[in-house]
C-alpha cells in the first residue's frame, strides 16, 4: 500500500480509538443522569447528539481505517445511521438478504456512504443492486451528482492524487485512491432512469 495511505490510516485509527473512548464516557454519563431523574430538554439534545457522534465515528472507523470486516445487510444498514444528515438514507433492497460483503467491499461502501452526503446536497436516496462481488450504485434525489472530476479519479490515481486540495472534498479522491489501492473496480455507466440523476456506479471485485 501506498506509503501515504498507510499513514493516514494509522492516524484515523488512533483518533477513532480516543474519541470513541471519550465519546463512550460521555454517553455512559448522560445515561446516568437521565436514569436518575426525569431527562431535560438539554440531557436528551446531549444524548441525541452524542449518539449522532457515535453512529458517525463508527462509518469513518469502518471507511478510513482498516478495520473493516465482512459485512452483512444489516450491519450495513447499522453504518449507515452515521450519515451525516437524515435526509439521505439507503435502499439496498436490490441485494439479496443473504448477501455477506467481504471486508475490501465493505470498506468501498463505507466510503461510499461518506460519499453520498457530498452526492446528495438537498437529500435522497443511495439505492444498491447487484451481488457481494457486483454492486450498481445509484442516487435518487434533487441535485444528485458525483463530484466534479470523479470520472478522471477512478481511471488514474495521479488525478486523485492531486484532487486532495480541501478537507471539505476529501471523500471523492479518497474514494477512488482506495479502489486503486485495493484492486477493486468503480466503473461510472451510463445515466439510466427518468428518476436518476448521477450516472450509476458500478462496483466490482476482481
Known sequence: MDDRLHLSELITARLCHDLGGLLGGLLGTLELLTADMPPSEA???????????????????????????????????????????????????????????????ARLL??????????????????????????????????????PGFAGMLADPATAWAALRDPRTLQAPLTALLAHEVGLRLTLLHAGGPATTAPPLRLSEG
Open 43 to 105: 440531557t436528551i439534545i446531549a444524548t441525541d447528539t452524542a449518539a449522532t457522534l457515535s453512529r458517525r465515528l463508527r462509518l469513518l472507523r469502518t471507511a478510513w481505517t482498516t478495520t473493516a470486516e465482512p459485512l452483512d445487510l444489516p450491519r450495513l444498514a447499522t453504518l449507515a445511521l452515521g450519515l451525516a444528515s437524515r435526509r439521505i438514507s439507503l435502499d439496498p433492497a436490490g441485494v439479496p438478504p443473504t448477501t455477506i460483503f467481504s471486508p475490501t467491499m
Open 110 to 147: 463505507a466510503n461510499l456512504l461518506v460519499l453520498a452526503t457530498d452526492s446528495l446536497p438537498r437529500g435522497g436516496v443511495l439505492r444498491l443492486d447487484g451481488d457481494a462481488t457486483d454492486l450498481v450504485a445509484r442516487l435518487n434525489g434533487p441535485e444528485a451528482a458525483w463530484p
